[in-house]
């Protein structure tokens, strides 16, 4: 794909949505820390249903840390991969209480040393909370970069590389969610809904249909 193409893509996709963000409901750079770390092989609605009472009661590294592993259980029993996630959490949590004076660090190597926090996730936290044009390559990225030829790469980390390569400045810190969103609701796994897709015209994916 040409740089052409690409810059009418993501001039398209602002177009469409000109200030996009996460899904994930949070009011802090620590509340979206811990509701991303509570979201690997989660649905965001399903985290914003057990985040929503547990903010609500302990919204702070010290006040999370304080419910215990146990604790925080309760709040986030629904949600898969509970039992890791909640020592993980505790764990990133007293980090934050003993090295931070509470605070995320606005810093990469900082945030991949916390427990349960992978490059993905610190990618995140670096461009939601703090305005950074990293680009966080999940499932949803990985295909739509493939499957339109934006970005083509065999793992993750190649997908990344290769965004952070060509997409233009201007749309860097947003790409991101576009991206995110347009495989979450248009270019979906089974049946991509291309039919209804706002650059179907400039993607490359051979197999095109209708819906």
Same mark, same amino acid.
């Given at each position: 794909?040409n740089?052409e193409?690409?810059h009418? &893509?993501?001039?398209?996709?602002r177009?469409?949505?000109?200030?996009?963000?996460?899904?994930?409901?949070y009011s802090?750079p620590?509340?979206l /820390?811990i509701?991303v /770390?509570?979201?690997?092989?989660?649905?965001?609605?399903?985290?914003n249903?057990a985040t929503?009472p /547990?903010?609500?009661?302990?919204?702070n590294?010290?006040?999370i840390y304080?419910?215990?592993v146990?604790g925080?259980?309760e709040y &986030?029993?629904?949600i898969?991969l509970?039992n !890791?996630?909640?020592?993980?959490a505790?764990?990133?949590?007293? =980090?934050?209480?003993?090295d931070?004076?509470?605070?995320?660090p606005e810093?990469?190597e900082a945030l991949?040393?916390?427990?349960?926090?992978g490059r993905?996730t610190?990618?995140v936290?670096?461009?939601?909370?703090?305005?950074h044009?990293? =680009?966080?390559?999940d !499932?949803? &990225?990985?295909?739509?970069?493939?499957?339109?030829? =934006?970005?083509?790469g065999?793992n993750v980390?190649?997908?990344?590389d290769?965004?952070?390569k060509?997409?233009p400045e201007?749309?860097?810190?947003?790409?991101h969610h576009? /991206?995110?969103?347009?495989g979450?609701y248009? +270019?979906i796994?089974?049946?991509?809904?291309c039919?209804?897709?706002?650059i179907?015209d400039? +993607?490359?994916?051979?197999?095109?249909?209708e819906?």
């Amino acid at each position: 794909m040409n740089a052409e193409k690409r810059h009418q &893509i993501f001039a398209r996709l602002r177009d469409a949505n000109p200030h996009p963000t996460t899904e994930l409901n949070y009011s802090s750079p620590f509340e979206l /820390l811990i509701a991303v /770390l509570l979201s690997a092989q989660a649905t965001d609605v399903g985290v914003n249903k057990a985040t929503g009472p /547990l903010f609500a009661a302990a919204n702070n590294a010290q006040a999370i840390y304080d419910l215990g592993v146990d604790g925080l259980k309760e709040y &986030i029993k629904t949600i898969g991969l509970f039992n !890791t996630k909640a020592e993980n959490a505790i764990k990133t949590c007293k =980090i934050l209480v003993d090295d931070y004076g509470g605070q995320v660090p606005e810093d990469r190597e900082a945030l991949e040393a916390l427990p349960g926090v992978g490059r993905k996730t610190a990618n995140v936290v670096l461009n939601t909370a703090f305005g950074h044009p990293t =680009i966080a390559v999940d !499932t949803h &990225i990985y295909r739509v970069s493939n499957r339109t030829k =934006i970005a083509a790469g065999k793992n993750v980390r190649q997908v990344e590389d290769k965004l952070l390569k060509v997409v233009p400045e201007e749309f860097k810190v947003d790409v991101h969610h576009w /991206l995110i969103l347009h495989g979450r609701y248009v +270019c979906i796994a089974r049946k991509p809904r291309c039919g209804s897709c706002t650059i179907e015209d400039l +993607c490359e994916f051979k197999e095109k249909t209708e819906d």
